[in-house]
């Protein structure tokens, strides 16, 4: 076992236990940077696996997230964001997740062996959906089985792994490897590699919502505003692109019904929410696209 780079052990980590605590947390800092370091070579591969999830969503297809362990945590962390963050419908987005979601503080260990299950999953996975596959080690018996059923449904395949040349990234049609250096803890692949894994993963997944349109300037307009905080955010986005004031903005919000890219242009001049959104279909719901084909207000201001 010792040969998977996740089970090596850190030169670092020698003499951890009788270290001052606070040189110990240094070093634990450490190794999460010294693992992000494994991140930014793959950003062609991440803008790729960002433009084929994008596909799958225009298209009605799903996301299936699949993963063990800390792993599996990753990609649930991530898949639960999408409605909050870009107004994916969650219906699009599927988790499974080695032994089922855990409801309490237990994970149990041997479920990342099952390959039963993981064939059985096969079955919910679509022709055009995507199925994203973590594994730390790149050769867990759940993932590996997974990737080759959502092969075989024929779903697009993205695969995660920080380590090189293993049976996951073999099956992948966008293999990422994240290869970070062995732990500090050794085997604990919730630090270094579960953090290299997040930041992909958040990565891939802002590239999806780019390329769906829902990026405007670095703002959220696909957000779905079902809370105080979001609502208010949404006012400020709308004022901020529309140029207009914040009770206008809330106004322009309650006329489209909640719609953060409607009520931008209707804040912008458009007279209904039937005109904005017939203006958003045209564009394929990228708002940028949408405002350039409407005639500003002469005191508005459009980016």
């Known amino acids: 076992m010792l040969n998977r780079r996740t089970e090596q052990l850190h030169e670092a980590a020698n003499g951890l236990d009788v270290l001052p605590l606070r040189r110990a947390a240094e070093l634990l800092i450490q190794s999460h940077q010294d693992a992000l370091q494994s991140v930014p070579p793959m950003a062609q591969a991440l803008s790729e696996a960002g433009t084929l999830m994008a596909s799958a969503i225009r298209a009605g297809g799903r996301l299936h997230y699949l993963a063990a362990g800390s792993s599996g945590l990753m990609a649930m962390a991530d898949a639960c964001e999408l409605a909050g963050t870009f107004g994916t419908d969650p219906d699009q987005i599927v988790i499974h997740m080695a032994g089922g979601i855990p409801v309490d503080a237990t994970m149990p260990g041997d479920t990342e062996d099952d390959d039963s299950?993981?064939?059985?999953?096969?079955?919910?996975?679509?022709?055009?959906?995507?199925?994203?596959?973590?594994?730390?080690?790149?050769?867990?018996?759940?993932?590996?089985?997974?990737?080759?059923?959502?092969?075989?449904?024929?779903?697009?395949?993205?695969?995660?792994?920080?380590?090189?040349?293993?049976?996951?990234?073999?099956?992948?049609?966008?293999?990422?490897?994240?290869?970070?250096?062995?732990?500090?803890?050794?085997?604990?692949?919730?630090?270094?590699?579960?953090?290299?894994?997040?930041?992909?993963?958040?990565?891939?997944?802002?590239?999806?919502?780019?390329?769906?349109?829902?990026?405007?300037?670095?703002?959220?307009?696909?957000?779905?505003?079902?809370?105080?905080?979001?609502?208010?955010?949404?006012?400020?986005?709308?004022?901020?692109?529309?140029?207009?004031?914040?009770?206008?903005?809330?106004?322009?919000?309650?006329?489209?019904?909640?719609?953060?890219?409607?009520?931008?242009?209707?804040?912008?001049?458009?007279?209904?929410?039937?005109?904005?959104t017939t203006r958003l279909a045209k564009a394929d719901g990228v708002l940028r696209s949408a405002l350039a084909d409407l005639t500003p207000r002469p005191s508005g201001r459009q980016k």
């Open 117 to 276: 299950a993981a064939r059985n999953i096969g079955d919910a996975i679509q022709p055009n959906d995507v199925a994203i596959l973590l594994s730390a080690s790149g050769s867990t018996p759940y993932a590996v089985h997974a990737v080759r059923r959502a092969r075989a449904s024929g779903a697009a395949t993205i695969c995660i792994a920080n380590t090189p040349k293993t049976p996951l990234l073999a099956e992948a049609d966008v293999p990422i490897c994240l290869a970070t250096p062995p732990e500090v803890l050794a085997g604990s692949t919730r630090m270094g590699a579960g953090t290299a894994q997040k930041v992909a993963l958040n990565t891939m997944s802002t590239v999806m919502g780019i390329a769906l349109g829902h990026v405007h300037d670095g703002m959220m307009v696909n957000v779905r505003a079902d809370n105080a905080k979001l609502r208010a955010r949404a006012v400020g986005i709308i004022a901020t692109i529309a140029g207009v004031n914040e009770t206008s903005a809330l106004a322009c919000l309650d006329r489209a019904e909640g719609d953060v890219k409607s009520a931008v242009l209707i804040a912008a001049g458009a007279p209904d929410l039937n005109d904005a």
